[in-house]
């Protein structure tokens, strides 16, 4: 039977310490990827092993005017149980088809955030709606935007040494906000991906839109993002081929694959459609 | 590792590795075969288990996470008013479920009833749908719980709702 040194911290400094004196370890949270991946009766872990199940400060839900936070061990279940209106419904909708309820009551926000291999269904809507992520180490804390957790080739980027504490959402009014799951329903899968948009207009014209689709990578443009600012809805057609057109240039730039482009661009092209009549 | 654990009712502890899941546990330590791990991803629901109160699938569970957590299985439920009331509720709908899937149909009507004493349609249904098992109708499926709930409400405030 394999030995592990299994550390349960009561408090984030707590882990702290023990990430130091053990950089290699493993920090778990809900450990619904670990298990699910695992073939036979049991995961193979590191040699040391952190669990943040008893870290109270790590569960903490706040809400402000401005902003909704979450610690990262709020599991799925209890995000969803908070009444209408606190979290963005496109949020809501994507973690309410992650696994079944009894998934989700182990499952941690922190953890979705957290996985090394792909972007899991929260990231996508965390990325469009520029949430915020706040790291701990022994020397301090950072926030930053989760978006900056894909690397240049879009991959995932995981921050050693580093605990992931809190994710702070903004509280942004939007008139338009949609998020779909395309690809193979309950499978881990290259092709499953998740699009988010959302969108605030003035007078039939975009003042604000933010697209984001996350899978095995994160496809975000700033420059699409802006190109569309501004134009007047239902969207002109070229307007419509110039983001496409611009989209189709952060997939290149990304080395996504030939048929990854095809299909995320057209599932845009219905997004744009969807915007045009005001159908979320 | 030695985990130590309430496990229906009682305190009992077992050698372990750390990942070991949680039904593996259970079976082979432990003799409970209620929960039966057959997916062991979360996807069938067949291993579901109350951990401190909540239902989940054991198949998920390292063994290191149950560390002074608090476990009922099928087996310990059995002994509650709960389940009887589930069971005469089942009962009295007519709603049979199979040997594959009634211990974690029992205990997922239990996190129902707890949830709202008096669940509507789309709750036991999105419930439910945490065991796929096709041995039974949603319709059925309403039935049993919703004449459990009856049952329940009847036993514990002296009155069903309305």
Known sequence: MPEHDVFVPSGVVEILAVMKQHPDSLLVAGATSIMASATGRSAALSPVVVSLERAQELKAISRTDRFVEFGAMTTLSELLSLRKGTVPSILKERAAGIGTFTVRN????????????RFRDVFAPLACLDALAEFRTPQGSSWVNVNRLAGENGRPVIRPGSLLTRIRIPADEWDFAISRRYGLDGYESERNAVLSCVCRMNKHTISEIRIAEAGAELVRSREAETMLIGRKLPLAERDKD??????????????LSGVRTA??????????ECLDRGEE | MTVSFILNGEDVSAEAEAGERLSSLLSSRFGLRGARG??????CGRCIVLLGGKPVNSCLVPAFRVQGAEIVTIEGFGRTDDYRDIMAGFRKAGFEPCGFCDSARVLVASAIMEEDPRPD?????????????RCTQPS????????AAEIRERRVFGHAGA
């Open chain 1, 263 to 272: 299909r995320f661009l057209g599932v845009l092209r219905t997004l744009f």
């Open chain 2, 38 to 43: 057959d997916c062991l991803s979360g996807l």
């Open chain 1, 106 to 117: 182990l499952a941690t926000l922190g953890g979705a955030l957290s996985c090394a291999t």
């Open chain 2, 140 to 147: 059925a499926l309403i039935a049993g719980v919703r004449a």
């Open chain 1, 242 to 255: 110039a983001a496409l057109e611009a989209y189709a240039g952060r997939c290149a730039a990304l080395g």
């Open chain 2, 121 to 133: 349609d789309s709750l036991i249904v999105e419930r439910m749908s945490a065991i796929s098992c």
